[in-house]
């Protein structure tokens, strides 16, 4: 059992070029979801998905697209990298369980630098 | 939308005495709040949380308090050891009603704890 996998984890991209994160989960999961954490500022939500097929923006959605073709996989695309989008980009996947709540499980993270 | 305020920023103590750290949130709709401890290079552990029904939780050295009429929580951590440095985040969701909420996370700037041997 995996968990929650990102790749790459480190990148370095050029101003204007496009790339794709990788999420996947093998828990079976409904709800992924996309964070920046930025230092100083926490995590940002950036997209979520509560399903196949349904994703939708959170708090920074600029310059990002998400799609959810499937209950396993969540990829992120920055579509014309800038260097504000510089930052470590963490994958999560949660469910709801009426006993346990909503526990989100996060990826390892991934180190974009963006130049 | 939800805002989570944290505070300190920064906390430093000495090795077997008390750490707090204290969040507000915005939305009177919150009703879950997890704590998240974050080793350097690390990914973001979950170390407690609580739910709007429980004023408090506690689980070993690690206490959780909740007040949700001034809308604020806060973590209590004893007999702190070197290990226990770290950042810690707080954070707010919505965990009821339609699914749309879960997953949603509003997080705290963080706090970066030293404890000194």
């Known amino acids: 059992n995996a968990g929650v996998t990102q790749t790459p984890k480190f990148q370095v991209l050029k101003t204007g070029q496009s790339m794709t994160l990788q999420c996947a989960q093998d828990?079976?999961?409904?709800?992924m979801s996309w964070y920046r954490q930025d230092p100083g500022m926490g995590l940002r939500l950036i997209h979520y998905?509560?399903?196949?097929?349904?994703?939708d923006q959170g708090e920074v959605p600029n310059g990002y697209n998400v799609s959810r073709s499937t209950t396993e996989d969540f990829p992120l695309r920055l579509l014309s990298a800038a260097p504000s989008q510089t930052s470590v980009y963490f994958c999560?996947?949660?469910?709801?369980?009426?006993?346990?709540?909503?526990?989100?499980?996060f990826g390892e993270g991934s180190w974009l630098t963006v130049v | 939308g939800e805002n989570v305020e944290q505070h300190p920023s920064t906390l430093s103590v000495q090795e077997g005495d008390s750490a707090v750290i204290k969040c507000t949130y915005s939305d009177s709709a919150s009703n879950y709040f997890p704590w998240y401890k974050q080793e350097l290079g690390k990914r973001p552990q979950l170390i407690i949380d609580?739910?709007?029904?429980?004023g408090e939780k506690k689980d070993q050295r690690i206490a959780v308090t909740l007040n949700k009429t001034a809308k604020h929580f806060s973590l209590h951590i004893t007999e702190t050891q070197p290990e226990d440095s770290a950042v810690y985040f707080c954070a707010a969701s919505i965990m009821s009603g339609g699914g749309t909420s879960y997953g949603k996370l509003t997080f705290g700037q963080g706090t970066i704890l030293t404890v000194h041997p």
């Open positions: 609580i739910r709007s029904n429980v």
């Open positions: 998905s509560v399903g196949a097929g349904i994703t």
């Open positions: 828990m079976n999961h409904e709800y």
């Open positions: 999560a996947s949660s469910y709801f369980a009426p006993s346990s709540g909503n526990t989100i499980y």
